[in-house]
């Protein structure tokens, strides 16, 4: 199958996507501050550099697009037709990268939070947003996931 716009296009396209303050962030950083939770953004001392810290709880959260991070059993992860072996080398990489912050994080007494994009997407209130990631902060789990489905 061939791309459908030329590759000039494409990279233009590719260079323009974010991979800091993305859309799905900074709901989540509005629903955080609207709980009151002060936080830091993208430590860059922290393995896996989460996209949220809150460092008095020692708790990091990442917050994953369905697509860059391959979650499994979501309608938004779908690898492309195009350079299909390229797409799953590197996305299965940043899995890699994902599985190995997580570890060394917890490793340190730190707790992970990943949220999915597709948890953010249905409309969802910021109410109840909040309510679901400080039911979380407020627990004791030490990994938490917050979508559709669990990556297995």
């Known amino acids: 199958m ?4 030329s590759p000039q296009t494409r990279s233009a396209m590719m260079s323009g996507i974010k991979g800091k303050n993305t859309k799905p962030e900074l709901i989540i950083r509005k629903a955080l501050f609207a709980a ?3 936080f ?8 896996g550099r989460p996209d949220i810290v809150l460092p008095k709880r020692r708790i990091a959260i990442f917050v994953h697009g369905c697509f860059w991070h391959l979650h499994q059993n979501c309608s938004l992860s779908k690898l492309p037709a195009t ?13 890699y990268r994902d599985e190995q912050a997580i570890y060394a994080l917890q490793k340190m007494g730190w707790r ?4 999915w994009e597709c948890f953010i997407r ?3 209130s910021i109410e109840s947003l909040t309510t679901s990631l400080t039911s979380w902060i407020d627990g004791v789990e030490s990994i938490g996931v917050l979508g559709k489905e669990q990556r297995v």
Not at 40 to 47: I, M, T
Not at 112 to 115: A, H, I, K, P, W
Request: net charge positive; proline share 6%.
């Open 40 to 47: 830091r953004l993208h430590r860059k001392d922290l393995p």
């Open 2 to 5: 061939t791309d459908v716009v």
């Open 122 to 124: 249905p409309s969802q």
């Open 36 to 38: 009151g939770y002060r």
């Open 112 to 115: 992970v939070l990943t949220v």
């Open 83 to 95: 350079r299909a072996d390229f797409w799953k080398k590197k996305l299965e990489g940043n899995v």
